[in-house]
């Protein structure tokens, strides 16, 4: 699979977005083109996963012979976390670790460790969390607890087994993941909350079963439209079950009310339970995008730097890192990609200002993590 990546030598040169000015907040935190600050960073940490999950990594395409990438590729644990420090010191806030599946990454709990020691420039510690399939979550879940992980998202497509089975194509059961969770809740890794990847005609029966599972239980369920991250999940926007619809059918059963976001850069629209018992959340990049409140930096496993989801390049850092930068070297080189960064693909998506992939192929999911 092609990426284009943009060498440390040719970062500086180029050329600024049309719409950049260098600016930075009253605050002095950093902010891209769009006035946009740099408050989330999500890492990945292996490009594998024991799922293939039809939307993700269709076995048709990652199979016994898919190039995975070697060890050596990899960022070692200890320029995970140095990195990490340097994005801190711009203004992260939240650092979320992803894959493929985090969990198989060998000692992923020494990472946390380390991550769990950073604080913020104001002395706060981060709002630490991680994204799993939950197939390991079980046996997992106290050491990551006592490592410092704040709290779990886990995936969760259908509470129909037979159905889950066949979207993950791993023959893994939904008790083993509901397990999971159950021991993460009792461990303390809180608040949980479930994604769940709607697709139309395949996994939209599961919407108000799901619902009726976790509602009262502590944990918030998400719903996720079916998105065209990478090139190989044959994405058809045919699938794709608007948001609304899915809070529409839900509230036949429950009623809802709308909440408040956290905050501006929240990717769901919460909605409660009428009756007090929890809330969900829906998240629509789709159908109502929310680029202009994107605060999030992705670093890939081999340490490519993507500033969004639907990205065809990367910055290598990996370079930087592994060609004795200076720190000071390595966080001017990170200021300089974030101020210019324009990136709004969802707001695009369809019209004629879309951004054209031509031979350029975008990132998969299973590579950056969503």
Sequence with gaps: MARRIIPVADIRSLPPSPAAQTV????????????RPLHDLRISVTDRCNFRCVYCMPRAVFNKDYPFLPHSSLLSLEEIERIARLFVAH????IRLTGGEPLLRKN???????????RTPE?????LTLTTNGSLLARKSRALRDAGLTRVTVSLDALDDALFRRMNDADFSVADVL?????????????IKVNMVVKRGTNDSEIVPLARHFRGSGVTLRFIEYMDVGTS??????????????VARIAEHFPLVPLEAHSAAETAQR????????????????????CGDCTRARLSTEGKLYLCLFASTGYDLRALLRGEASDEAISNTIAHIWEQRADRYSQLRGSDAAPAVGEERRIEMSYIGG
Aim: no cysteine; charged share 20%.
């Design 24 to 35: 930075r907040a009253p605050s002095g935190e950093l902010l891209d083109a769009l006035a």
């Design 91 to 94: 203004g992260v806030t939240k």
């Design 108 to 118: 992923i709990e020494f990472l946390i460790e380390r991550l769990a020691k950073l």
């Design 123 to 127: 002395g706060q510690p981060l709002d």
């Design 179 to 191: 397990d999971g969770i159950a021991v993460a809740q009792s461990v303390g890794l809180e608040p």
């Design 233 to 246: 999940n044959g994405w058809n926007m045919a699938e794709v079950l608007p948001s609304a619809d899915v």
């Design 271 to 290: 909605w409660g339970y009428a009756d007090g018992a929890g809330e969900i959340g829906v998240i629509s990049s789709v159908t109502r995008a929310f």
